[in-house]
T-cell receptor, first 113, second 114 residues
Framework: DGGITQSPKYLFRKEGQNVTLSCEQNLNHDAMYWYRQDPGQGLRLIYYSQIVNDFQKGDIAEGYSVSREKKESFPLTVTSAQKNPTAFYLC????????????FGDGTRLSIL | QQQVKQSPQSLIVQKGGIPIINCAYENTAFDYFPWYQQFPGKGPALLIAIRPDVSEKKEGRFTISFNKSAKQFSLHIMDSQPGDSATYFCAATKRNTGFQKLVFGTGTRLLVSP
C-alpha cells in the first residue's frame, strides 16, 4: 500500500540532545513537508522540499534541520537549540503540480525527559 | 494577511445534527481552500476542497459554502454521525509553482453524541 511512514511514533529527548524523526513515502511525490502541531493551534510549517537535495525554511525553522538525499525520505532533526520541542510532528508529501493534495503520515509525538 | 481564523474551537452536536464550522481569511491571493479531518493519534486527511470560482461544493454528507466577497468559507456536515467525531482544520493556499504552502486554521474539535 502506498503511503507515508513516520517513525518512531513516540520519542523522548533529554536536555541538550539532538533527535531525528524519520519520514518515508512511497507515493512517488516530489514535494515533502514537516509540520509541528501544538494543542489548540493549527499546523505550522517547519521545512519543505520540492526536489532532492533542495529544501526551504518554513515559518518556524529555528532549532530544526532537514536533509533530502533521496526522493522517498525527508528526515527532521530537532536540535538542542529548539527550546520547546514537545509537540506532535507531522510529515506530508504531495505532487508538485497545481494544488495537488498533501498526504500526511500518522505523526511522531516528541516529549522531553 | 497570512492568517486563517477558524471557529468555534469546539462543538458538540447530537447524532443527525448539522455542525457548521466557519473560517475567514484576509489574503485575497488565496485560491484553494481544503478541509482536513484528523482523528486522535493520526495525521490529517483531506476531506473536501473548494476553489473561489464556486459558491458551494458537496461530497457525500460534507458541504463547503464559500463567500468570496466576505472572504469566508464554512464546512457543514449533514446527518452527523458519532464516527464524524474528530478535529477539523480549514486551510488556504495560493498557487505557487511546484509548492503548496498551506495556511491552517486552529482547528475545531467536533463531538457527535449518540
Amino acid at each position: 500500500d502506498g503511503g507515508i511512514t513516520q517513525s518512531p511514533k513516540y520519542l523522548f529527548r533529554k536536555e541538550g540532545q539532538n533527535v531525528t524523526l524519520s519520514c518515508e513515502q512511497n507515493l512517488n511525490h516530489d514535494a515533502m513537508y514537516w509540520y509541528r502541531q501544538d494543542p489548540g493551534q493549527g499546523l505550522r510549517l517547519i521545512y519543505y522540499s520540492q526536489i532532492v537535495n533542495d529544501f526551504q525554511k518554513g515559518d518556524i525553522a529555528e532549532g530544526y534541520s532537514v536533509s533530502r538525499e533521496k526522493k522517498e525520505s525527508f528526515p527532521l532533526t530537532v536540535t538542542s537549540a529548539q527550546k520547546n520541542p514537545t509537540a506532535f510532528y507531522l510529515c506530508a508529501s504531495s505532487f508538485s503540480t497545481g494544488h495537488a493534495p498533501q498526504h500526511f503520515g500518522d505523526g511522531t509525538r516528541l516529549s522531553i525527559l | 494577511q497570512q492568517q486563517v481564523k477558524q471557529s468555534p474551537q469546539s462543538l458538540i452536536v447530537q447524532k443527525g445534527g448539522i455542525p457548521i464550522i466557519n473560517c475567514a481569511y484576509e489574503n485575497t491571493a488565496f485560491d484553494y481552500f481544503p478541509w482536513y479531518q484528523q482523528f486522535p493519534g493520526k495525521g490529517p486527511a483531506l476531506l473536501i476542497a473548494i476553489r473561489p470560482d464556486v459558491s458551494e461544493k458537496k461530497e457525500g454528507r460534507f458541504t463547503i459554502s464559500f463567500n468570496k466577497s466576505a472572504k469566508q468559507f464554512s464546512l457543514h456536515i449533514m446527518d452527523s454521525q458519532p464516527g464524524d467525531s474528530a478535529t477539523y482544520f480549514c486551510a488556504a493556499t495560493k498557487r505557487n509553482t511546484g509548492f503548496q504552502k498551506l495556511v491552517f486554521g486552529t482547528g475545531t474539535r467536533l463531538l457527535v453524541s449518540p
